[in-house]
């Protein structure tokens, strides 16, 4: 078992659903994260929770609405996407906002 | 602003040949992190090493080596012996090492590395 879990693993959706991404770490962390994995682009930092407060929002789009209701547990909601969101979403907790970030295998979505 | 590069976008080679992948950066900070990650195909990115900036011993963890050197602003890293289970992307990243800078990596495109047996 790894120590940070997403589900869904793969994720089909259209643009005008509503669905929810999952991320929970087992590994005690108080700082948490979203990232962006596309094809053309390098890994984009999303968002950044530290004790459930929100520090860092990389000017991300408002249909991406990120929500980190205990230390272990990171949600991202996602709603009116467009295709260009297709993307590998990752997640990733940390001991605290200096320390080595741990990655789950992330969700892989494909919005039609 | 911080930036790294990863030339190299894909390496195929051998099963026990040696690969190096090349990482240069660029930051205004005196201080900072450097990181190795690799992404096998199942997705998930898994940490190999972390070093500081004030650090520049190399590494060497069994197979694997890294290369920091300052005045190049490079750190770079060696598989030797390469087998088919280093197959992956690796990618390197920069952060930086103060607390109120938050925990922001910068990632660099990665590597593809390819080993046939």
């Known amino acids: 078992e790894t120590g940070v879990t997403q589900t869904p693993r793969h994720l089909v959706m259209g643009m005008t659903n509503k669905k929810s991404l999952k991320c929970e770490q087992h590994?005690?962390?108080?700082?948490m994260y979203w990232y962006k994995q596309s094809a053309k682009k390098p890994l984009e930092l999303m968002f950044v929770?530290?004790?459930?407060?929100?520090?860092e929002n990389n000017s991300v789009p408002s249909r991406f609405s990120p929500e980190c209701p205990n230390s272990s547990h990171l949600f991202l909601h996602l709603h009116t996407l467009q295709p260009e969101d297709s993307a590998l979403y990752l997640c990733?907790?940390?001991?605290?906002?200096?320390?080595?970030?741990?990655f789950g295998a992330g969700t892989r979505l494909s919005v039609l | 602003a911080q930036k790294v590069t990863q030339a190299q976008t894909e390496i195929s080679v051998v099963e026990k040949e040696d690969v190096t992948l090349d990482c240069v950066y660029e930051?205004?900070?005196?201080?900072?992190?450097l990181f190795w990650y690799k992404q096998p195909p199942s997705g998930e990115l898994v940490f190999l090493i972390r070093?500081?900036?004030?650090?520049?011993q190399n590494e060497i963890s069994g197979r694997y080596s890294w290369n920091f050197q300052k005045s190049t602003s490079s750190f770079n890293f060696t598989i030797t012996a390469s087998q088919v289970v280093d197959s992956a992307v690796y990618f390197c990243?920069?952060?930086?090492?103060?607390?109120?800078?938050?925990?922001?990596?910068?990632f660099g495109g990665g590597t593809r590395v390819l080993v046939k047996p």
């Open positions: 990733a907790s940390s001991q605290d906002r200096v320390n080595i970030q741990y």
């Open positions: 590994l005690g962390h108080n700082a």
């Open positions: 929770y530290n004790f459930k407060e929100q520090t």
């Open positions: 930051t205004r900070d005196t201080t900072y992190y």
């Open positions: 070093r500081n900036s004030f650090d520049e």
């Open positions: 990243a920069l952060s930086e090492a103060l607390i109120a800078a938050g925990n922001k990596l910068t």
